[in-house]
């Protein structure tokens, strides 16, 4: 069964800090990879999102993530964090179909 | 209104009661969604529609009832809920054709506490 796996329930990271959250997903092909951001209060809002083509995507917000078939990840990054980046991070697979699978979600705590 | 709005955004109701969550979007989409956000679980699909017909029933409860009953609308009948039904609720919707690849765009959701 596919599945998607965030191994950091949360992370602190200091303002102007780069950050890194990890995404590994199982499947045996190549699917369509997401990344969702959550603010408190709020639904997801999509961060970008990779189909094909070049392994490294760009995002919304100064945010970009690099899919590596070689290690089935899809983790983004961002060299610069802002106090507003605090939130839930979700990682997302759709192999094709309606059934797109969510990550646990890994929480961003950002200190000034 | 832009987006994809839902309400109430907060439901509190006892176990016998019948209540229903709606959600509208306005942006053209043909495929909806409903989802269950629980504290430290991965999001759960629990329904899908597009161009309102069913695709989706991900092993949900029969308390839970869901009506499209054109693109831009979708409910959630809910009765005889349990505590652990207790969680956020969020509705998304996409463009969608013949896949659930596209973007999904997501309301604020609802936030029900069932007693």
């Known amino acids: 069964a596919q599945s998607v796996t965030q191994p950091d329930i949360h992370i602190t990271v200091s303002e102007g800090a780069s950050l890194e959250l990890r995404c590994n997903y199982s499947?045996?092909?190549?699917?369509?990879l997401f990344w969702y951001v959550q603010s408190p209060g709020q639904g997801l809002q999509l961060l970008l999102k990779y189909f094909s083509g070049d392994t490294l995507v760009q995002g919304i917000k100064g945010f970009e993530a690099e899919f590596k078939r070689s290690q089935s990840s899809f983790n983004l990054r961002k060299p610069s964090v802002h106090w507003s980046d605090a939130a839930e991070y979700f990682c997302a697979v759709n192999p094709g179909g309606f059934k797109t699978i969510f990550g646990a979600g890994t929480r961003l705590f950002v200190k000034a | 209104e832009t987006g994809v709005t839902q309400t109430p955004r907060h439901l509190v109701m006892g176990m016998t009661n019948k209540k229903s969550l709606k959600c509208e979007q306005h942006?053209?989409?043909?495929?909806m969604y409903w989802y269950k956000q629980s504290a430290k679980k991965p999001l759960e699909l629990m329904f899908v529609y597009n161009f309102k017909e069913q695709t989706e029933n991900n092993s949900v409860p029969s308390r839970f009832s869901p009506e499209c009953p054109n693109s831009s609308h979708l409910f959630l009948h809910l009765h005889t809920l349990q505590p652990e039904d207790s969680a956020l609720y969020l509705c998304?919707?996409?463009?969608?054709?013949?896949?659930?690849?596209?973007?999904?765009?997501f309301g604020p959701g609802t936030r029900l506490t069932v007693l």
């Open positions: 998304a919707s996409s463009q969608e054709g013949a896949g659930g690849t596209d973007t999904q765009y």
């Open positions: 499947y045996g092909a190549t699917p369509y």
């Open positions: 942006l053209g989409h043909n495929a």
